[in-house]
């Protein structure tokens, strides 16, 4: 069982805990977003926090 910390919008949305599911959450909050499933928020969340795993930008959160 994961933990909340493992995805990028709380328990059970877009897990980010490796590069693999990193890539994943990227694609999926791009769909989701592009449908009006996420907000433009969310969907800036999870590109952060799949950068970070990805290593492509710092762990540091900036609310976009």
């Given at each position: 069982?994961?933990?909340?910390?493992?995805?990028?919008?709380?328990?059970?949305?877009?897990?980010?805990?490796?590069?693999?599911h990193?890539?994943?959450?990227?694609?999926?909050?791009?769909h989701?977003?592009?449908v009006?499933?996420?907000?433009p928020?969310?969907?800036?969340k999870?590109k952060h926090?799949?950068d970070?795993?990805l290593?492509?930008?710092?762990?540091?959160y900036?609310?976009?």
């Amino acid at each position: 069982k994961m933990p909340a910390s493992d995805f990028a919008l709380g328990k059970g949305h877009f897990p980010v805990n490796d590069a693999t599911h990193a890539r994943l959450a990227l694609s999926g909050a791009s769909h989701s977003l592009a449908v009006g499933n996420i907000t433009p928020q969310q969907a800036a969340k999870v590109k952060h926090r799949a950068d970070v795993v990805l290593g492509e930008t710092d762990s540091t959160y900036h609310n976009c």
